[in-house]
């Protein structure tokens, strides 16, 4: 635990001025980004007595090791940077809402030539426009339906889109007239586009002059005598009551506006939202957050109107925000929502009369998914917290491992060896840690090797990362500590294994590969491999743990425990003992390590299969250097084969578009020193087929029913680790 006044900077230096603040843990990651009117008068409170701050507070600034800031002209541009500081650093003491499901939204794809009205989820894309969220994604697709009468825009996926344009037949929703069919030429694109526009003004409550229109379209026709003209109006005039019938009127105004209530206790708060336009809820969405900091029922709104509209532009922001309190100051959140709405907003709390009405309506919400929420939570919480307590305990640790990391090996009888470590953060899945290795020191099958050389490889990553942002004392003992004795291999001390890479590089192809990106001189962003666990697990039982202890060592690590879990009897191996640590199997802190265990030998399989599967599926021209998957596309489909490819000189691969002449030697060459696939087979009849070489190498080609793909007895027989 640090002492604040370690790192408390001096009165003068900090400026009297708005601006954002960032405090840094000891390993330089960012844990609390705060915003100031007076960045002076804000950053002195927390430099007080610890007695007077808040639980919260005070456990923010122990843990924190140093403090910086940046200074802003208003404090228009402080929140807009605090919520960019916050989704880029995922600090965690801010309060972060969590969405307990990902919201469907109705979404109609105005990018493409030929609109697609579909259900979409996860974030938003330029240049499709969206309505809800939706709770249900079925109550989407309803309402579609109903609308399709009226307005038959496209719903079909691109491969469907593609197979009716080719064959020249429509889909069934075609020829039952719930779509226009742009796909054969029944409308012309810009016909397409107006109904699509039509069907975006009506969901986004533009519906009374819709009607009116076909009201009278259809007074006409019967004037006229087209009955069935009449009769089809008539309907689609009740289809698109329907649908409107399925969100009532709320507010008798037509109003747009978005309502935000707050449901809050000690430890907790809930967010719900109701979006209402045209006077109609349009959707509904809700968040959960643990209140890890000291914040108030304004800062709670204020913290999730960053998060409702910090990525939205123009119309997504409503005419009027209505809230049970108004963030402090109220000024700044107003202008910052009219600049990205591009007009003015109105933010307050309301009053009276409906929408007073309304707003308890939706605390209503608020609090019963509060009281869910922690009905769901209660167990769960106090189930892991003993958790880790029992495996501290058990293992006898300082402390309870709130960081642990698992290791795991796998293989098909000695071929594509990969491990892979996965991360456990207060005993939830952390996946943006995960990362995944390929052994490149040694040929064959050895899970204790393999074991030490991931272990070594990680942790030597992690060593050097510490060297490099000045956390050693003492300077030999970084650098002994990073280079390590020599290898029991006989290679140079701190040689890294084959596959490795350099410490602080990105990786390598073949190396440690990783979603996260590669740490950056001083950033604070999530590094590879920059933070310690408190708990390593291994998936094995004495060899492995070894292996894993013996790596730990010869890196000058000895403030990591390690353990191991055997399979067989689900026994818990320590590397000094002789014996097992065995605990009772309705154990909590037994279920954890298996979770652990199991995640680590899940994400290791699904890599080496990945793995296997491109090697399956590579051919002649995946090894030719700098060419990629669209120029090997350009060429299959500008000669029909490889086989022709090969007999093709290079003036004439030279003509296929983005092939240079250098490329195309290299082609030639490369294609000259492969062998010929071999001639496939028809297994029913025994035929040899004509050999077009651009089937999956590794297949052959069997009966219509039976195709029999060479890689699938590899996987009876062997046994994946």
């Known amino acids: ?11 003068g230096q900090i400026p009297d001025s708005p601006g954002v603040y960032k405090f840094r843990d000891e390993h330089r990651r960012v844990i609390y980004v705060g915003k100031a009117k007076s960045l002076r008068q804000r950053l002195a409170n927390y430099f007080q007595d610890l007695a007077g701050l808040h639980p919260r507070t005070r456990t923010m600034v122990t843990t924190a090791a140093s403090v910086e800031w940046t200074v802003v002209s208003t404090e228009v541009e402080a929140l807009q940077l605090e919520y960019s500081w916050i989704k880029e650093y995922d600090p965690r003491f801010n309060v972060k809402y969590r969405d307990d499901k990902s919201y469907p939204y109705l979404a109609v794809t105005m990018n493409e030539e030929f609109p697609r009205v579909q259900v979409m989820r996860g974030h938003k894309r330029k240049g499709v426009r969206y309505f809800g969220p939706y709770t249900h994604a079925w109550a989407i697709r309803d309402t579609v339906d109903l609308l399709l009468r009226v307005f038959p825009v496209r719903t079909c996926s691109a491969g469907v889109f593609k197979n009716a344009a080719r064959t020249g037949r429509p889909c069934l929703l075609g ?4 779509c226009s069919a742009p796909c054969v030429g029944r409308v012309s694109p810009e016909e397409h586009r107006d109904l699509a526009e039509e069907f975006c003004d009506f969901m986004a409550g533009r519906t009374g002059t819709y009607i009116r229109r076909q009201e009278q379209q259809m007074a006409e026709a019967a004037e006229e005598l087209e009955y069935e003209r009449a009769a089809r109006l008539r309907d689609d005039i009740e289809a698109l009551r329907k649908a409107m019938e399925k ?6 105004d037509a109003t747009d506006a978005d309502l935000v209530a707050v449901a809050e206790d000690e430890l907790e708060a809930a967010v719900q939202i109701f979006h209402v336009r045209g006077g109609r809820v349009r959707g509904q969405r809700g968040w959960v957050t643990d209140k890890v900091e000291a914040v108030t029922t304004g800062d709670l709104v204020e913290h999730a109107l960053q998060q409702l509209y910090g990525e939205e532009r123009g119309d997504s922001v409503p005419k009027e925000v209505l809230v049970p309190a108004l963030p402090d100051p109220a000024e700044p959140v107003q202008e910052w929502l009219a600049a990205r709405r591009g007009s003015n907003v109105s933010l307050r709390v309301p009053q009276r009369g409906d929408k007073k009405a309304l707003m308890e309506t939706v605390q209503r919400n608020a609090l019963q998914a509060l009281a869910l929420h922690k009905t769901k939570r209660a167990s769960d919480l106090t189930t892991r917290s003993r958790a880790l307590e029992e495996i501290a305990e058990a293992l006898d640790l300082d402390s309870a491992p709130l960081r642990i990391e698992c290791y795991d090996i796998s293989h098909l009888q000695g071929d594509d060896v990969v491990a892979s470590m996965v991360v456990f953060e207060d005993g939830l899945q952390r996946k943006s840690e995960y990362r995944r290795f390929q052994i490149k020191g040694f040929a064959g099958q050895d899970d204790v090797r393999s074991m030490h050389e991931v272990i070594t490889r990680r942790f030597r990553r992690y060593l050097a990362e510490k060297e490099r942002t000045g956390e050693w004392t003492d300077g030999e003992d970084a650098s002994a500590a990073v280079s390590g004795p020599a290898a029991p291999d006989g290679s140079a001390p701190g040689a890294a294994p084959a596959g490795a890479a350099a410490p602080g590089a990105a990786p390598a192809e073949g190396g440690d590969e990783a979603p996260g990106r590669p740490f950056t001189e001083d950033d604070g962003r ?18 492995q743990v070894a292996a894993a202890q013996r790596a730990l060592d010869e890196l000058g690590i000895d403030d990591i425990a390690v353990c191991g879990l055997a399979k ?11 014996d097992p640590v065995v605990l009772p199997r309705s154990s909590e802190g037994l279920y954890l390590l298996q979770r652990v265990r199991d995640e680590a030998h899940r994400f290791a399989i699904t890599y080496q299969r990945a793995k296997r599967a491109k090697r399956f599926r590579s051919g002649p021209l995946d090894d030719v250097p700098g060419l990629g998957e669209s120029r090997r596309q350009a060429l299959i489909k500008h000669f029909g084969s490889v086989k022709k490819l090969r007999s093709a000189t290079i003036d004439q691969i030279c003509e296929v578009p983005g092939i240079g002449r250098k490329t195309a030697e290299t082609i030639a060459v490369a294609l000259a020193g492969a062998a010929p696939a071999a001639p496939a087979v028809n297994t029913a009849t025994g035929e040899i087929m004509e050999d077009d070489e651009d089937a999956a190498p590794g297949t052959t080609t069997g009966s219509a029913e039976e195709p029999v793909t060479a890689g699938a007895s590899d996987e009876r027989r062997g046994q994946e680790t």
Not at 1 to 11: F, I, L, W
Not at 247 to 252: K, R, T
């Open 1 to 11: 635990m640090a002492d604040p006044s370690s790192y408390r900077p001096k009165p």
């Open 175 to 178: 020829y039952i007239g719930k």
């Open 247 to 252: 969100s009532a009127v709320v507010l008798a």
């Open 526 to 543: 999530p590094r590879r491999f920059a933070y310690p666990p408190q708990l390593v697990v291994v998936d094995g039982g004495r060899p």
């Open 568 to 578: 067989r009897l689900e026994e818990v191996w320590l590397p000094d003992d002789e």
